[in-house]
């Protein structure tokens, strides 16, 4: 039996993404039927439920419900229900759970309660014959197949796909702004190879890192920052570009990395301060994203243009990379990161 090589199923399911999302654009007819049911019990406002990862899909989702369906949008904490009992009116409320696994005790109780509490409840998950998707009154499978590695690649990308066809059919889309990023998934992580390179080398030592974003690439920020803290165990932190310049600015300094997910559209623009403001403060930014180019970065990392929505299915490529690349770097196996598994329970 040939040794299985540290990293080796992140690698190959990083590699995976470009065909798995091209597949969901296939499949997309499967949730529009999903978005149809939906549509024709409209929802007051959306709350959504998730862990890990998965919630920064949940965030991603909630960008996409506030700016193109005009909801009012909230993450939910679903300890309120499971151990406060808290059971709120949810009559005319559209409720999402975003779980890989569908496994997770907390957020099959509280899909429950909320489905006998009145709300439309609608699982986002890969494991179709999960509890999760049994709970759920509507489920949309986004068909990432088995993810090996327990740092999440190709099962995030999925998600955050399918949750931006299933709001954009709620509005009546056809899903055009993702016909191509299959292709376009490609185009980043074959020309993002000697910059993840440069990345990981310049980075190797660093203990401090900070992401950063704004608008619908937070979502980025937030899942880059737990892919390097998982894989690389370094010592990372999220922000909102907004929240980071309200007090965070004042620790950063020319001991800090601060990655700077720039992508084109609203957030560049509101981002272009931010990246200014830390690289005053001596901090070494890498810039990651369309509009990598238009920040002040001593590193960046080109991704492939899209509309602004989908921006984030292919900002966190080459950000997967790096945390691929540095974890192998520092000694570490990114398929097996200490102290983790690939299903965690909590209640």
Known sequence: MT?????????????????????IVERQAEIAEV??????????????????????????????????????????????????????DL?????ITVSQSGGSPDLIEVTETARRQGALTVSVTNTPDSPLRSAAELGVDIGAGLEKAVAATKTYSATLLSLYLLIDAVRGGKGEDAERLGELAQQTLDG????????VDRYRFVDRVLTTGRGYSYATALEGSLKLAETSYLAARAYSGADLLHGP???????????????????????????????????????????????????????APSAEEVAPILEILPIQRIALGLSLARGGDPDSPRGLLKVTKTR
């Open 192 to 199: 993002a190879g000697e910059g993840v390179q440069r990345a």
């Open 91 to 95: 009559r005319d409320v559209l409720f």
């Open 249 to 303: 600015v004042a620790a950063v300094d020319g001991e800090t990395a601060v990655l700077a997910v720039t992508s084109k559209g609203h957030g560049v623009g509101a981002m272009q301060e931010v990246v200014e403001a830390v690289g005053k403060r001596g901090a070494d930014v890498l810039a990651v994203g369309s509009a990598a180019g238009d920040v002040p970065a001593a590193l960046r990392i080109g991704v």
């Open 3 to 23: 040794e299985q090589r540290p990293g080796e199923h992140m690698a190959a399911e990083i590699s995976q993404q470009p065909a798995i999302l091209a597949g």
């Open 35 to 88: 978005a149809e049911a939906i549509s024709k019990r409209p929802p007051r406002f959306a709350l959504l439920a998730a862990r890990g990862s998965s919630d920064h899909a949940a965030l991603y989702a909630k960008y996409l419900i506030e700016v193109l369906l005009g909801l009012p949008c909230g993450l939910v904490s679903p300890s309120t229900a499971t151990l406060y009992g808290a059971r709120p």
